[in-house]
């Protein structure tokens, strides 16, 4: 399917359509003209595995792949902000994520084999919209912020807000999400990440958990994230079970009731990968080795 550059049409998969436009402007003005006719294509490594079981229904793509203006990671004193179509091999190789956002990096490094990391990128992630992504976590305990860019202008929407179902996410057809924001600032959060799947290499998520903790002087839980994949519709982030944890001292009482609360606040389902007991009794070990590990650290 892939198509060359300039503009031109070009159909090497029969049935199916790719426009490649020159530049930013001139691809919003194509899903401007005609908003849910033509769809973005960035790495294809989600929409190629549908093409290749023949689930592609839709069949106009446009290639934003060789977009200058969707590259790159950009330093401010306030903000890391990542272009949507940052690999995880460039997101794994830069140097101010690796010390500030590690646990972005470790999802990166976590994300299918090298192939994948070479060509999939952070916004076709996000708007692939898996509940068993594995960058989401790690963006929730960030505050991340989506820079959405249109031909009309562009806007901004918390990460926390922009998946409100299955595959439901707060993006018109004529949008593209342009970059991800991260503020900075994170000095002395104690952070986890940790995956669990069938095996280490390319295996989809049965859970996946990022959490971050900054402790006070006196030993209580001054402020937290804790964010999970594969236990909702959509990736989430375990508000209730942080609120019951700001304030507590670390022991054992805090941990028995902050696995409590959070086996309140998940959904996992049965499927092919996993079941619903197993993700939860997983997901609530894992919130207990995230505290036990802070506590350690
Ligand atoms: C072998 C293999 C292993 C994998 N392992 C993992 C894994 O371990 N963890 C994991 O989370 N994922 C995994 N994936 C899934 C996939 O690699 C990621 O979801 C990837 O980040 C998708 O990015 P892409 O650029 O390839 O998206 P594409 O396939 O190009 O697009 C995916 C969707 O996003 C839309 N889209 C893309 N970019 C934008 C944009 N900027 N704005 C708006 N919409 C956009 C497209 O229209 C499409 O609907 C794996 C895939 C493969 C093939």
Redesign the pocket.
Known sequence: MPAGAGGAVRSLVPGYEMQAPRDLAAALDLFAREPGVW???????????LLEAGKLPHRR?VN??NLRE?RGIDETATHVAIG??T??TDIRRHVTLQREFSLLCR?AG????V??QN????????????P?????PALLVYDAELE?VSSRGSRRVPYAAFHSGYKKMD?RAD????RILLPRGRDGWRSYYR?V?TRRA????KVCFAGALRLSMSGAIEDTRIAL?SVAPTVIRATRCEGALRGRRLDAATITSAREILADEIAPIDDIRSTSHYRRTVALNLLEEFLCAALES
């Open positions: 769809r973005p294509f960035a790495g294809g490594t989600d929409l190629m595995v793509y934003i792949w969707l949507s179509l690999t995880y999802a976590e994300t299918g084999g192939a994948t060509r999939g990128t952070i916004g076709g992630n996000i708007a692939n919209a898996s068993a992504a594995d960058s989401p959405i993006l949008e593209l999400i342009a995956k799947g390319q295996a989809i998520s994949g």
